[in-house]
Each structure stands twice: as C-alpha cells, then as structure tokens.
C-alpha cells in the first residue's frame, strides 16, 4: 500500500509561483505518479504525469507553466508552477499507479480513474 501526503499549497497573486511536493511511503521503480486537481462542482483533472524514465505529460493548460519531477531516492514528487492565474485554484492531488508496462518510452496517462493510490489533497488558490 502506497501512502502520498502532499504539502506546498498556499494562496498567491496572480503571476505568483508555488512548488507542491508529495512524499510517498515508497515509490517502486516502475510506478507512474501524477499530479491532479479539482474545482468544487467539477471533475477531478490530470495536470502532469511523470514515468520512472522521467517522460513527462502535461494538460494543455499548464505547458510552459509548469513543471513535473521526481526523486525516487527521496520518494518525493514535485510540481513547480509558475505564473499562476485564478483558473488554477484548485484542490491538487498527488496520485501513483503501478504501471503493467516495462518500457519507459511509454508515457503515463492523464486519466485519474486508472490512479489507484491518492493523497489528501493541497489546496491552491490564486488571487487577481
């Protein structure tokens, strides 16, 4: 069972930048980990996916703007954003997959209903 416990969330202004960091209890080598978020009232999102090769996805919406990592010898996943806007106020998520597939020329995917382990959630908001 891999626990994730998110933290770095905070209220900015726009233009701001923030660097959330989920800790795992342990991240297997050939683990997908993902960042997330979710409005209230709308369906959980995938920001950013990272594979163990370091291939990294990311939705239309944060290209440019932010940036995926991982540490597998901290157990330790990162989001850096930058130039925040209000549209990213959300709940963000830290989740981990366990992938059925050895090649790390294959990315992770952005869909969260095939994430099978979830943080707590750390909150961003984003003022004008």
């Known amino acids: 069972q891999v626990q994730l416990e998110e933290s770095g969330g905070g209220s900015v202004q726009s233009g701001g930048s923030l660097t959330l960091s989920c800790v795992a209890s342990?991240?297997?080598?050939?683990?997908?980990m993902g960042w997330f978020r979710q409005e209230p009232g709308k369906q959980r999102e995938g920001v950013a996916t990272i594979n163990p090769g370091n291939l990294s996805r990311y939705a239309e919406s944060g290209k440019g703007r932010f940036t995926i990592s991982r540490d597998n010898a901290k157990n330790t996943l990162y989001l850096q954003m930058n130039s925040l806007n209000p549209e990213d106020t959300a709940m963000y998520y830290c989740?981990?997959?366990?992938?059925?597939?050895?090649?790390?020329?294959?990315?992770?995917?952005?869909?969260?209903?095939?994430?099978?382990?979830w943080g707590q959630g750390t909150q961003v908001t984003v003022s004008s």
């Open positions: 342990e991240i297997r080598m050939n683990f997908c």
């Open positions: 989740a981990a997959l366990k992938r059925t597939v050895q090649a790390l020329s294959v990315a992770c995917s952005q869909q969260s209903s095939t994430y099978n382990y």
